[in-house]
């Protein structure tokens, strides 16, 4: 038997979906199977042995459909291996550094503490100001958050890799 992973993220602009999809075929690579699915159209957890959840991230918070998916799947996340991502700053550098250390919304983090995941991890971001509405505009002017894509897939996939890694080295937990 196969270890089937969810990979859930919530995305306003396509950026986080497209991170989200990478780590969904490099899981396949390595001989997993993975469905890639937006937070609010996750009906059951029961068929997932594993889970990856993600989301872009706006002023040091994650999109509410990825933090309340959090929320209300708390239970069965802390049964699950799970893996953490946020996708979000632009510019050139450390992820982490441009972000001033930060990993994981403050709002979120004693769920997070209570799960435990296995990682988190942070992902460059891609920011095109012809796509935002009016408000992401002002905040992205007043941020001063630099323009362009700055995804690094290949950092995305060599994240992934060390899932397909850790899964291959323990048993399966049955799916409830």
């Known amino acids: 038997m196969e270890h089937n992973v969810l990979v859930a993220y919530a995305s306003k602009y396509g950026a986080t979906e497209a991170i989200a999809q990478a780590i969904g075929r490099a899981l396949r690579d390595g001989g997993m199977r993975a469905e890639v699915v937006r937070c609010k159209d996750v009906k059951d957890l029961g068929p997932y042995t594993a889970v990856v959840l993600g989301s872009a991230v706006y002023v040091g918070r994650w999109r509410r ?45 004693a769920i997070a503490d209570r799960i435990g995941p296995r990682d988190v991890a942070v992902f460059h971001g891609a920011l095109d100001a012809d796509r935002l509405n009016p408000f992401d505009a002002f905040i992205v002017r007043t941020v001063k958050a630099a323009e362009g894509d700055f995804r690094d897939l290949d950092a995305v996939r060599a994240w992934a890799r060390t899932i397909v890694a850790e899964l291959q080295q323990e048993p399966m937990l049955a799916s409830v």
């Open 65 to 109: 459909e990825a933090a309340d998916f959090l929320r209300q799947a708390e239970p069965r996340l802390a049964q699950l291996p799970l893996w953490l991502f946020s996708s979000g700053p632009t510019g050139e550098g450390d992820a982490e550094e441009l972000l001033k250390g930060w990993r994981f919304p403050v709002a979120l983090q």
